[in-house]
C-alpha cells in the first residue's frame, strides 16, 4: 500500500512506456506474421481492422486486470488476459461473420507469439526504468517523520521498496531511533530545517490515531514550505479490502472497506464474465455432455448437484457441479469437508474431482450472475458461520462476488 501511494504521482512513465510496449507487441506480431506467412488473397483492411480491435481490446483488458502498474507484475500474468483478449476477439470474428476470412495459422501464431512479446516487451521496459532510476532518475528524495510502530514501519518498507523510485534520507521521531536505517536520524522538530536545506521532494508523516497533536506539530513547522507532505493513515491493525479516500457530502474520508464492484468496473466486469462464459460453454459443450453421461452410468442419482454457497454480499445461491459422491453422501453425517481421497466419491467422480472437471457446469452460474470467472471460491453458510469467528477479516471475502478460479 506505502509503496503504490507514494509513486502514484510519478507513475504515470511506467504506465505509458509499458502501454507503448503491449501497443507495438500485438500490433508487431501481427503485421510481421501477415508478410511472414504466404496468405491467401488477403484483405489489408480487415487484418488491420482485427489488429485495431485486437490494441483496443488489450489496453480495456489488462487495464481492468490490473496490469498497468508503477512496478512490475509477475512473469506471466499477462496471460489471462490476452486469452480474454483472444475469446473477445473470437467473439468479434462469429458476431460479424469473418472468421473464414482469415488465417488460421496466422491467427494461431499471432496467440502464441504476442503473448511471448507481450512478456519480453514488459521485461524491457522494466529493466529500463529501473536503470533510469539507478542512475539518479525519477527518483524522490524523501524523509519520513513519524512515531511508534507507524513511524518504524513506515521507514521499513520504503527503505526496502526494490524498484529505486525512492531514496529514504532521513528519519526524524522523538521516539526510539531505529537502530538498523543507515540514513540520518533526527528529532521531529528538525524536520523542516533538514528538509529545506537537503532538496527533499517530499515528506512522508506517520503518526498514530492517538497523536493527532504530533502530527499538528509537525504540519505546522511545514506551513510555509512547498515540498510535497503525504499522510500514512494508521491502518497496519486492520484488515482492509479495497480501501481508499473519497469525499463525500464535502468531508475527506477514508473508505477503510469498500466492495470493489461499483459502477463501471462492476458493469465491465459482468460483461467480460457473461461474453468468457458463453464462449467458454459453446467449447466444452461436447466435453459436459461426455461427463453427464459418465456421472449417469457411474451411480444412480442426478446429473447435477447443487449446494447452497454464499457470495457476494452474503447472499446465498446454489452452485452447480457435476455429482461426484453418492446421492445420499451426507445422509448420516451432516456438513462434512470433502477430502482430496474421499470414500464417499464413486470411482468417475474421484476422477472429476482430480482433475475439477467437476466444477465445469459453475459456468452456468457465471451466466445467472450468481458467479464470477475469477474470485474467492465460495463456502457453504454452515461453514462460514465457524470461519467468520475463527479466521481474522474472513468475512472481506464476501465483498467481492465469488468465483471459480479461486
Same mark, same amino acid.
Given at each position: 500500500m506505502i509503496g503504490n501511494a507514494g509513486s502514484r504521482d510519478h507513475s504515470s512513465l511506467v504506465v505509458i512506456l509499458t502501454q507503448i510496449s503491449d501497443i507495438l507487441a500485438v500490433s508487431g506480431v501481427s503485421t510481421v506474421l501477415y508478410y511472414a506467412i504466404p496468405l491467401v488473397d488477403p484483405d489489408p483492411t480487415e487484418y488491420l481492422t482485427l489488429t485495431l480491435v485486437a490494441?483496443?481490446?488489450?489496453?480495456?483488458?489488462?487495464?481492468?486486470?490490473?496490469?498497468?502498474?508503477?512496478?512490475?507484475?509477475?512473469?506471466?500474468a499477462t496471460l489471462p488476459g490476452w486469452l480474454l483478449v483472444f475469446?473477445?476477439?473470437?467473439?468479434?470474428?462469429?458476431?460479424?461473420?469473418?472468421?473464414?476470412?482469415?488465417?488460421?495459422?496466422?491467427?494461431?501464431?499471432?496467440?502464441?507469439?504476442?503473448?511471448?512479446?507481450?512478456?519480453?516487451?514488459?521485461?524491457g521496459v522494466y529493466r529500463m526504468i529501473r536503470s533510469l532510476r539507478r542512475a539518479g532518475l525519477d527518483r524522490r528524495r524523501i524523509i519520513v517523520v513519524g512515531a511508534a510502530e507507524v513511524g518504524a514501519k513506515t521507514l521499513a518498507r520504503l527503505s526496502r521498496h526494490k524498484d529505486g523510485e525512492f531514496e529514504v534520507v532521513?528519519?526524524?521521531?522523538?521516539?526510539?531511533?531505529?537502530?538498523d536505517f543507515k540514513g540520518w536520524q533526527g528529532v521531529e522538530s528538525e524536520a523542516s530545517s533538514f528538509a529545506a536545506a537537503n532538496n527533499i521532494d517530499q515528506v512522508w508523516? $506517520?503518526?498514530?490515531?492517538?497523536?493527532? @497533536? /504530533?502530527?499538528?506539530?509537525?504540519?505546522?513547522? &511545514?506551513?510555509?514550505s512547498v515540498v510535497d507532505l503525504r499522510l500514512v493513515p494508521d491502518l497496519y491493525g486492520f484488515r482492509l479490502l479495497n480501501h481508499s479516500t473519497s469525499v463525500v457530502a464535502g468531508l475527506s474520508v477514508v473508505n477503510l472497506s469498500m466492495t470493489p464492484m461499483d459502477g463501471v468496473?462492476?458493469?465491465?466486469?459482468?460483461?467480460?464474465?457473461?461474453?468468457?462464459?458463453?464462449l467458454v460453454l459453446l467449447a466444452i459443450s461436447p466435453l459436459l455432455l461426455v461427463i453427464a453421461v459418465g456421472v449417469k452410468l457411474s451411480s444412480p442419482g442426478p446429473v447435477f448437484f447443487r449446494q447452497e454457497r454464499m457470495s457476494w454480499n452474503g447472499r446465498c445461491f446454489k452452485m452447480?457441479?457435476?455429482?461426484?459422491?453418492?446421492?445420499?453422501?451426507?445422509?448420516?453425517?451432516? $456438513?462434512v469437508w470433502a477430502t482430496?481421497? @474421499? /470414500?464417499?466419491?464413486?470411482?468417475?467422480?474421484? &476422477?472429476?474431482?482430480?482433475?475439477?472437471?467437476?466444477?465445469?457446469?459453475q459456468f452456468f452460474n457465471v451466466l445467472k450472475g450468481d458467479m464470477s470467472i475469477v474470485g474467492p471460491r465460495p463456502e457453504r453458510p454452515v461453514f462460514v458461520d465457524r470461519f467468520k469467528d475463527e479466521i481474522p477479516g474472513y468475512m472481506q471475502k464476501h465483498k467481492v462476488k465469488a468465483g471459480i478460479t479461486g
Amino acid at each position: 500500500m506505502i509503496g503504490n501511494a507514494g509513486s502514484r504521482d510519478h507513475s504515470s512513465l511506467v504506465v505509458i512506456l509499458t502501454q507503448i510496449s503491449d501497443i507495438l507487441a500485438v500490433s508487431g506480431v501481427s503485421t510481421v506474421l501477415y508478410y511472414a506467412i504466404p496468405l491467401v488473397d488477403p484483405d489489408p483492411t480487415e487484418y488491420l481492422t482485427l489488429t485495431l480491435v485486437a490494441v483496443l481490446s488489450t489496453g480495456v483488458v489488462f487495464n481492468q486486470l490490473g496490469l498497468y502498474r508503477n512496478h512490475p507484475v509477475p512473469l506471466g500474468a499477462t496471460l489471462p488476459g490476452w486469452l480474454l483478449v483472444f475469446l473477445l476477439l473470437s467473439l468479434f470474428l462469429f458476431i460479424t461473420k469473418t472468421s473464414d476470412h482469415f488465417s488460421r495459422l496466422w491467427y494461431g501464431l499471432w496467440l502464441a507469439l504476442g503473448f511471448v512479446a507481450l512478456e519480453l516487451g514488459r521485461r524491457g521496459v522494466y529493466r529500463m526504468i529501473r536503470s533510469l532510476r539507478r542512475a539518479g532518475l525519477d527518483r524522490r528524495r524523501i524523509i519520513v517523520v513519524g512515531a511508534a510502530e507507524v513511524g518504524a514501519k513506515t521507514l521499513a518498507r520504503l527503505s526496502r521498496h526494490k524498484d529505486g523510485e525512492f531514496e529514504v534520507v532521513a528519519y526524524f521521531t522523538d521516539d526510539e531511533p531505529v537502530s538498523d536505517f543507515k540514513g540520518w536520524q533526527g528529532v521531529e522538530s528538525e524536520a523542516s530545517s533538514f528538509a529545506a536545506a537537503n532538496n527533499i521532494d517530499q515528506v512522508w508523516l $506517520a503518526f498514530p490515531f492517538n497523536q493527532a @497533536d /504530533r502530527l499538528e506539530g509537525v504540519l505546522e513547522q &511545514f506551513k510555509h514550505s512547498v515540498v510535497d507532505l503525504r499522510l500514512v493513515p494508521d491502518l497496519y491493525g486492520f484488515r482492509l479490502l479495497n480501501h481508499s479516500t473519497s469525499v463525500v457530502a464535502g468531508l475527506s474520508v477514508v473508505n477503510l472497506s469498500m466492495t470493489p464492484m461499483d459502477g463501471v468496473s462492476r458493469f465491465i466486469k459482468d460483461v467480460e464474465d457473461k461474453v468468457v462464459s458463453i464462449l467458454v460453454l459453446l467449447a466444452i459443450s461436447p466435453l459436459l455432455l461426455v461427463i453427464a453421461v459418465g456421472v449417469k452410468l457411474s451411480s444412480p442419482g442426478p446429473v447435477f448437484f447443487r449446494q447452497e454457497r454464499m457470495s457476494w454480499n452474503g447472499r446465498c445461491f446454489k452452485m452447480y457441479k457435476f455429482r461426484s459422491m453418492r446421492n445420499d453422501a451426507e445422509a448420516s453425517t451432516g $456438513a462434512v469437508w470433502a477430502t482430496p481421497d @474421499d /470414500r464417499r466419491a464413486t470411482r468417475f467422480g474421484a &476422477f472429476l474431482r482430480r482433475t475439477s472437471l467437476d466444477e465445469l457446469p459453475q459456468f452456468f452460474n457465471v451466466l445467472k450472475g450468481d458467479m464470477s470467472i475469477v474470485g474467492p471460491r465460495p463456502e457453504r453458510p454452515v461453514f462460514v458461520d465457524r470461519f467468520k469467528d475463527e479466521i481474522p477479516g474472513y468475512m472481506q471475502k464476501h465483498k467481492v462476488k465469488a468465483g471459480i478460479t479461486g
